[in-house]
């Protein structure tokens, strides 16, 4: 008995820590090396809504309505895989109403296959527990079409912490005819009375899922099936 539990031992260890895995966007806030662009902001005050290239591929909205007030998209792309990257959205001055935002970059040489498994790792904090934000959707699209839409409420949750955490959304695509580019789209609302208040996004991680490895596999059902052999009653 006991070799067949080593067998089914090493099939679960085996099949839990030898993955394959492909991260396709490490970080979405983060820029190449090759691309020097710094901080840049997109503000909105009294009722206008401004639309730019908030800088490192990423073009923006942001539409706001206040009096005296404003409402600031801050893109500041961190140098590639070294995690610096920041998407915050702001409010200052001192009277406002709801506003809205969003944030798109397309990414060449990226390609989402039919029917498989992703993981979206998105990372966040707030500036304090006063919430600023209405709604907040991380949107994968592809062909112009939304392939996959985080849900508000999670997000939102994510971001009414001043520490930063971090969330893994998983998806399953369907047909998405395997064309690039893929886009990633930071959108949102922002509410009443969140003067002085923000939000940042730290992290937009997309992989593929890992699955286990055929041999691991293999082994963790030889056990399994050696072990239900063993068991059956004797005649």
Not at 5 to 32: H, K, M
Request: cysteine-free; aromatic content about 6%; overall charge neutral.
């Amino acid at each position: 008995m006991k070799p067949l539990l080593i067998i089914l031992a090493a099939g679960l260890w085996i099949g839990t820590s030898s993955v394959s895995a492909q991260v396709l966007i490490a970080n979405a806030l983060d820029r190449t090396p090759s691309e020097t662009v710094t901080q840049t902001t997109l503000v909105a005050t009294v009722g206008t809504t401004n639309s730019a290239n908030l800088g490192a591929g990423w073009t923006a909205s942001n539409t706001f309505v206040g009096v005296a007030s404003s409402q600031t998209l801050t893109m500041n792309p961190g140098i590639a895989n070294d995690s610096g990257g920041l998407f915050q959205i702001a409010q200052a001055g001192v009277a406002g109403v709801a506003g809205s935002f969003s944030a798109t970059k397309a990414f060449t040489g990226i390609t989402l296959l039919d029917n498989t498994t992703y993981n979206l790792t998105i990372s966040g904090n707030s500036s304090s527990t006063v919430a600023i934000l209405s709604a907040l959707n991380v949107n994968i699209l592809v062909n112009g079409g939304v392939v996959y839409q985080t849900p508000t409420s999670t997000l939102l949750g994510l971001l009414d912490q001043t520490a930063t955490e971090s969330f893994v959304f998983s998806f399953t695509t369907g047909d998405v005819d395997n064309v690039q580019p893929v886009n990633v789209q930071i959108a949102g609302g922002t509410l009443v009375g969140a003067l002085g208040q923000s939000a940042s996004l730290t992290k937009i991680n997309l992989a593929v899922a890992p699955v286990p490895e055929p041999g691991s596999l293999l082994l963790l059902f030889t056990g399994i099936a050696a072990i239900m052999r063993r068991q059956r009653p004797r005649r």
